[in-house]
């Protein structure tokens, strides 16, 4: 079964401050794979795309990382913002009809100034 | 320009009630989708329609019926609402194909059964 787990389930960290997400997956055959923002009571929105042949890729102070070897992907945040404080959602997209997602659970960061 | 809007926004009702929820993407996307996110915050894929047609259906009760009118349009209609569905309710579309593409969310429906 297609599944994707992500850790910790929270965090509170002090703005200004770094911070990494995980996420594991068992996903097959794998796509690609995507970290997601959703701000509450809003809808996920892209941060970052990778497919199996890419390392490594950044958007602005958020950086993703995949090693399709061992299935694990991080999100790393770096200087946080206020802003950033937000769900993060690693995707898996499996090649199947209809490009199928499977969603972790998220990742609920609090930046506190 | 709103890429992929859904209607209404926050939706209470009865339960055993009827009630539909509409979505439309105006981003030429040939691929809608309906999730639903629980208060867990878990996004569960619901259903998926290419160009009109079904290609996946998830177990979901047969309460929920989706319509697809046209490739812009995806709407869900659910049946004798039940206090479990009490959820928020997420359309997105998305270009089939291209193993690089995204999945363009909407702002979501809250819907809460009373």
């Known amino acids: 079964k297609n599944q994707v787990e992500q850790s910790p389930q929270s965090l509170i960290i002090l703005e200004g401050k770094n911070c990494t997400l995980q996420c594991n997956y068992t996903v097959s055959p794998f796509s690609n794979l995507r970290w997601y923002k959703q701000d509450t009571g809003r809808g996920p929105v892209s941060l970052t795309i990778?497919?199996?042949?890419?390392n490594t890729k950044s958007n602005g102070r958020y950086t993703a990382t995949l090693d399709a070897d061992t299935k694990q992907s991080s999100l790393h945040i770096t200087a946080s913002q206020l802003s950033d404080s937000a769900s993060y959602i690693c995707v898996v997209s499996a090649q199947a009809a209809g490009n199928k997602l499977t969603f972790g659970g998220g990742t609920r960061v609090l930046v506190k100034p | 320009d709103t890429a992929v809007s859904q209607t209404p926004k926050y939706l209470v009702t009865q339960m055993g009630n009827d009630k539909s929820i509409k979505c439309e993407q105006n981003?030429?996307?040939?691929?809608m989708y309906w999730y639903k996110q629980d208060s867990k915050k878990f996004l569960k894929i619901m259903f998926s329609y290419n160009n009109k047609e079904l290609i996946i259906n998830e177990t979901v009760p047969n309460r929920f019926s989706p319509k697809s009118p046209d490739k812009a349009h995806l709407n869900l209609h659910i049946n004798s609402l039940e206090l479990g569905d009490s959820a928020v309710y997420f359309c997105?579309?998305?270009?089939?194909?291209?193993?690089?593409?995204?999945?363009?969310f909407g702002q979501g429906t809250r819907l809460t059964v009373v």
């Open positions: 981003l030429g996307h040939d691929t």
């Open positions: 990778m497919t199996f042949s890419e």
């Open positions: 997105a579309s998305s270009q089939e194909g291209n193993s690089n593409t995204e999945a363009f």
